[in-house]
């Protein structure tokens, strides 16, 4: 079965361009995570949705972060304008409705995003 | 104080060693328990839950300390495959910011 499936792998962007990453969660999964990864701060929760509908998005940086999730089977996470201070990786985890309490969380291999 | 605190590490230790690395955490309310492992440059995958009364699977032994509000894992006869980053996540029981990841601890098993 195919797992979840982020692109681009690697983004390098000058400042202030938009960066859009994409995912694929794994089927039948109802619930999508964005976390975003990097040395100084660990893995940080973005938001995340259950049934393609936001839950929470309390962890999104600021107005230049946001997310959608129009069906079951794709999500973004768009940036505009991009910062170098945006530079990390970032994560898109899915996982069974219910099984995000029991932490079972399965993610993609990542974007790692370089802004210039 | 951070939700969840792990020692960065790096933890060097030798083929054959038994290592073990906490995990602390501030809300007494947590429910559940787990440890992720995260391979250098690669996304973080599901090792194992933490129960109540302690587990083991294989070479690994993960417990829960709650009156002093730990988690632990414990590996034995290290290989080298098990060089990489461990994470421990913590699910509390109120809010909707429920899962929370710890920094990692960096293992390093070395020939």
């Known amino acids: 079965d195919a797992g979840v499936i982020q692109s681009p792998r690697h983004e390098v962007t000058e400042m202030g361009q938009e960066v859009t990453l994409r995912c694929k969660p794994i089927s039948g999964h109802n619930s999508l995570f964005w976390y975003r990864q990097t040395m100084m701060r660990g893995l940080e929760l973005l938001i995340y949705?259950?049934?393609?509908?936001?839950?929470?998005d309390s962890g999104m940086p600021e107005d230049r972060f946001s997310a959608k999730m129009p069906n079951a089977s794709f999500s973004t996470l768009k940036i505009q304008p991009s910062e170098p201070r945006d530079s990390a990786v970032y994560f898109c985890?899915?996982?069974?409705?219910?099984?995000?309490?029991?932490?079972?969380?399965?993610f993609g291999e990542g974007s790692r995003l370089t802004v210039l | 104080r951070k939700e969840v605190e792990q020692d960065p590490g790096p933890f060097n230790v030798p083929e054959g060693a038994t290592v073990a690395f906490n995990c602390t955490y501030s809300n007494s309310a947590s429910q559940s328990f787990f440890w992720y492992r995260q391979d250098c440059r690669k996304e973080p995958k599901l090792l194992m839950s933490v129960y109540s009364s302690g587990n083991e699977d294989g070479r690994f032994t993960a417990q829960l300390n709650r009156a002093s509000q730990y988690i632990s894992l414990l590996i034995r006869d290290s290989k080298l495959s098990d060089s990489a980053t461990y994470l421990c996540v913590v699910i509390g029981n109120t809010g909707r910011r429920a899962l929370t990841f710890g920094s990692g601890t960096r293992l390093q098993v070395q020939p």
């Open positions: 985890a899915s996982s069974r409705a219910g099984n995000y309490l029991t932490g079972v969380l399965f």
């Open positions: 949705f259950n049934n393609n509908v936001p839950i929470d």
